[in-house]
C-alpha cells in the first residue's frame, strides 16, 4: 500500500498569498496517477488536479499541480477567501488507492 | 453533467448490516467505474472500494479494513451502485460517498461525488 504523507498538517495565510502543499508518497505513484481535492466545511470533496498537473473541469488557473515518482506539490499562485478549506492529495494508479491526511489552509 | 443521489444510511447497532444506495443520473453509467470513500467525524477521507464497469470486467477492489465485510455491486438498468455493510464496527461510523470515476490522464479517479450519507454504528 502506498502511504501518502501531506505536510504540513496546516497553514495560516491572508488572501492573496502564494500557498504550496507538499504530498510525499512511500514509493512511485504508477504513471504519475496523483490527483487533488479540496474540501470545504461540511460539503463533497471537489477533485482539483488530475494526473499530478491537469486541471479539472471548471477549476480556475491560480491552482497548479506538478511533480513525479514520489514527490508532488499542489500550488495556488494567489488565495481567494473561497480558496481556506482541506486539501487531500490521492493516488490512483494502485489498488487500494489512498488519500494522504490532508492539509488545512486557514485564514490567518 | 453527472448527479448521484444517495440513500440507506442511519444508525446501526455493532454487529449489524447496512445497505447504501447511489443513483447516478448520468447518460454513461454502465460504462463508469464507481467507488466508495468515507469520512469519520472530524477525520479525512478513507478510500473503500471500487467497482469497475462490466465491459471492464466487473471486478471490485476493496481496502483492507473492510475486506470480506463490504460488498460493491451494480445494477446497470436502474444506473444505482450498492455497498452492501456487514458486521459493522463502531470505527465504522462516518459520512459514506460514493463516487463516479472518470478518465484522469490515463488513469481512473474520482470525478463526481454524491453528498454524503452518515452511517452511526453503536457499540
Known amino acids: 500500500e502506498i502511504v501518502l504523507t501531506q505536510s504540513p498538517g496546516t497553514l495560516s495565510l491572508s488572501p492573496g498569498e502564494r500557498v504550496t502543499l507538499s504530498c510525499r508518497a512511500s514509493?512511485?505513484?504508477?504513471?504519475?496517477?496523483l490527483a487533488w481535492f479540496q474540501q470545504k466545511p461540511g460539503q463533497v470533496p471537489r477533485l482539483l488536479i488530475y494526473g499530478a498537473s491537469s486541471r479539472a473541469t471548471g477549476i480556475p488557473d491560480r491552482f497548479s499541480g506538478s511533480g513525479s515518482g514520489t514527490d508532488f506539490t499542489l500550488t495556488i499562485s494567489r488565495l481567494e477567501p473561497e480558496d481556506f478549506a482541506v486539501y487531500y492529495c490521492q493516488q490512483y494508479g494502485s489498488s487500494p488507492l489512498t488519500f494522504g491526511g490532508g492539509t488545512k489552509v486557514e485564514i490567518k | 453533467e453527472v448527479q448521484l443521489v444517495q440513500s440507506g444510511g442511519g444508525l446501526v447497532k455493532s454487529g449489524g448490516s447496512l445497505r447504501l444506495s447511489c443513483t447516478d443520473s448520468?447518460?454513461?453509467?454502465?460504462?463508469?467505474?464507481m467507488s466508495w470513500v468515507r469520512q469519520a467525524p472530524g477525520k479525512g477521507l478513507e478510500w473503500v472500494g471500487r467497482?469497475?464497469?462490466?465491459?471492464?470486467?466487473?471486478?471490485?477492489d476493496y481496502a483492507a479494513p473492510v475486506k470480506g465485510r463490504f460488498t460493491i455491486s451494480r445494477d446497470d438498468s436502474i444506473s444505482t451502485v450498492y455497498l452492501q455493510m456487514n458486521s459493522l464496527k463502531a470505527e465504522d461510523t462516518g459520512i459514506y460517498y460514493c463516487?463516479?470515476?472518470?478518465?484522469?490522464?490515463?488513469?481512473?479517479?474520482?470525478?463526481?461525488w454524491g453528498q454524503g450519507t452518515l452511517v452511526t454504528v453503536s457499540s
Open positions: 448520468g447518460l454513461t453509467f454502465s460504462k463508469s467505474w
Open positions: 467497482l469497475k464497469s462490466k465491459p471492464d470486467g466487473g471486478t471490485t
Open positions: 514509493q512511485s505513484v504508477t504513471s504519475n496517477y
Open positions: 463516487t463516479t470515476e472518470r478518465s484522469c490522464g490515463g488513469g481512473s479517479c474520482s470525478a463526481y
